[in-house]
């Protein structure tokens, strides 16, 4: 495909995506204050919130288990931590995934020393395509209660699901739903929104940013099967098929020499050779 039948492609695709995709919800958020207070502020019901740091994907790395990635990671201008998950499978929404991700905020909030009792106030956010909970509601307020008195336990951990498989455009939130899943900004309730999602649609700068998110995503793709294919025919090949395969990638570029050398089962040694062969 040539690179303008490839644009094309990619500007057909990105008038198709909704913020409910993860990519596109990437872009748009990303370092984006307003937007995100904006969203919080219909979710929470409190239009005094006030976004002060916004992070898209998000990566907390955990040594001795799971590592994982936040969607949105905002702070408040009082310290609270809100972490908002967009998912459109409702495997990906599961409660014991919304605990974990509660728990790794916990364990990146305190610093050496600090007392318990600083522990950030947080809220774990999932926005779903589907009724992950099954009950109808439009909204999830998850707490901890005292299971005799019903008392709220207190400890400053909070859960929400939001449910777009229930839109009612006579609240805040049902609007709010819409304009999540609607991919054409004409017909968005709210402006903030439909700005954000005009700029990367229909503008000269945004749609070029766009098609360059596409064409990485392209070639991440294509390195990931190019990386798949090779590992699984190593193991039935000769070492000059092997040798063949090193050629291959380097001519392809994007592969460092350890990473041929442990795709091709060659050593470094001879990966060298073959690229001074190249390089001649």
Request: hydrophobic share 40%; glycine share 4%.
């Amino acid at each position: 495909m040539t690179d303008e039948k490839q644009q094309q492609k990619n500007l057909q695709i990105i008038q198709n995506f909704r913020l409910m995709d993860d990519d596109f919800m990437n872009v748009c958020f990303s370092d984006n204050l307003s937007l995100t207070e904006f969203v919080l502020r219909i979710i929470m019901e409190r239009n005094d919130l006030h976004v002060v740091h916004v992070e898209t994907q998000k990566t907390f790395t955990n040594f001795l288990g799971r590592s994982v990635r936040f969607d949105i990671d905002a702070i408040d201008d009082a310290g609270v931590e809100y972490d908002i998950e967009i998912q459109q499978s409702s495997a990906n929404a599961d409660p014991r995934r919304a605990r974990y991700h509660s728990s790794v905020m916990d364990c990146n909030s305190l610093k050496k020393s600090q007392l318990f009792k600083d522990l950030r106030e947080s809220y774990v956010i999932f926005i779903t395509e589907r009724d992950v909970l099954g009950e109808g509601e439009p909204i999830y307020v998850i707490e901890r209660t005292i299971v005799k008195s019903g008392r709220l336990f207190g400890d400053g951990e909070h859960i929400i699901y939001v449910n777009c498989a229930h839109s009612d455009a006579a609240t805040e939130l049902g609007k709010l739903v819409h304009d999540l899943t609607c991919s054409n900004p004409d017909e968005m309730y709210f402006k903030v929104i439909a700005d954000v999602v005009r700029y990367f649609k229909e503008t000269e700068e945004g749609r070029e940013e766009m098609c360059k998110l596409m064409d990485d995503l392209i070639n991440e793709a294509v390195t990931e099967a190019v990386t798949e294919a090779v590992t699984e025919a190593v193991a039935e090949t000769t070492e000059n098929n092997r040798t063949e395969f090193a050629w291959k990638l380097l001519q392809r570029g994007g592969f460092s020499l350890d990473s041929i050398a442990e795709l091709t089962d060659l050593s470094l040694e001879r990966v060298r050779e073959i690229a001074d062969q190249k390089v001649a």
